[in-house]
């Protein structure tokens, strides 16, 4: 029995639900709120000690981080669609965009999303309530997001930002240049990385950065992933977040 | 034919090397001076355009980044010795790992070895020599830790790195208190990855954290992994650095 807590279908949750969906591949949707952050309760850190969705509960085995349950899916349900090349190098090819979205980009649009909606939220917390609330929250640098969230991220953090999502738009589009998917002929666990981690709104969150105009096979490439049966299905799934602050995916700003 | 670009038996090069010589590969090893800057050199540059060791050619097919050479050589070589767990659950384990490493442990024992090592070095370049030198490197982030290991890094950036290396012994320890090996019950590439990216010298690099004091299953597991003959055979790979400067390895302070 596979069963996937998750919060709204944006980001790392997005991640492993189009896993699922593109494999269709049935399982138990657990929602949680993070808006009520139940990601830091104590039933939800005894299942993942870092206090982070998505997790995976496969009869009764617990998988964390979104990039290592899309390969575990793949290395766990052979028979199901692949969403990985199958030769060594495509697999290579997809790694190292996996590597570059989580460590090189997913970060930094996520700095522009707490930026814009967690720093209005964090502001809405009473200090004493504030501070309760960071106790809870198990892992140190999310802590410290936190902190800074309320605080305010400064010019020249939000500025490093929008150079490293510049760099990825760039290196994205060389690659879609050259090859329909990130990883070469076959859509991946890459192209889904870099989807749910920001690729699917960077013209509505960085306007500035004209992405329609200098990113033309990006722009197509965004038309044939969203497009897909098992990528709206998951798009469809709920969203909790209030209208007014659903800035991740470039709503608003 | 296997022909890996590399410098010392140091860190992301020692990573790839242990692979190749734990699978018993033969491969053709070109040595890349970084003392020379050579990784900065036009015809480096041109196989990988980040400049940064190790890259693996494969018959003409270049692969960069050694976390991903690691689970190549894998799929690649599938009849070689493998090092990656036989099931899926051992798979996600191992690239749990592999992410923690390279997120949260590699770039915070490099800080230390740059503040001990490479600052000497780029404080010993004449200031227009040492502009001409960062003007020839294509990676952003390194031209500012090359930038910064002359200025010099803060106390507040040191402590923090520190406090990272010290979290990841707990895990370590935590895990090796209930697995003979990081990843379950074989060696596997998350061992690799956490020796090379400094596991092999904590001890030593951090007197102060009292390794051998408090994390008896990491010691235990260093002298299981440092006598194996493949590990010996890497170790044993021409070093070049001034032995002065050895303090990656943390034969100085």
Redesign the interface.
């Given at each position: 029995m596979l069963k996937l807590y998750h919060a709204e279908p944006r980001a790392n949750s997005l991640k492993a639900l189009l896993c699922f969906q593109e494999k269709n591949l049935p399982f138990q949707s657990v929602y949680v709120d993070l808006h009520k952050f139940e990601q830091h309760e104590s039933w939800f850190v005894a299942l993942n000690p870092e206090g982070q969705v998505p997790v995976l509960d496969h009869d009764g085995?617990i998988?964390?981080?979104s990039?290592?349950?899309g390969?575990?899916l793949e290395?766990?349900f052979p028979q199901a669609p692949p969403l990985r090349p199958a030769d060594?190098?495509g697999?290579?090819r997809m790694?190292?965009w996996n590597?570059f979205c989580?460590?090189h980009f997913m970060n930094y649009v996520s700095m522009h999303g707490w930026h814009r909606m967690v720093s209005i939220i964090a502001r809405s917390i009473e200090g004493g309530e504030f501070e309760k609330l960071l106790a809870r929250i198990p892992l140190?640098e999310q802590r410290e997001k936190w902190r800074t969230a309320r605080s305010g991220f400064s010019e020249a953090d939000l500025s490093n930002a929008t150079?490293k999502v510049s760099?990825a738009i760039d290196r994205v589009e060389q690659q879609l240049a050259q090859t329909p998917w990130l990883a070469g002929d076959s859509y991946s666990l890459a192209d889904i990385n870099f989807y749910s981690s920001g690729g699917m709104a960077l013209h509505r969150l960085f306007p500035e950065l004209q992405v329609e105009k200098i990113a033309p096979n990006l722009m197509r490439w965004l038309e044939r992933v969203s497009t897909r049966p098992g990528v709206q299905a998951a798009l469809n799934m709920p969203d909790h977040t209030n209208p007014a602050l659903r800035t991740f995916a470039g709503e608003q700003r």
């Open positions: 085995v998988i964390t981080q990039t290592v349950i390969e575990y290395d766990a060594p190098v697999r290579a790694r190292q590597k989580d460590e140190h150079r760099v």
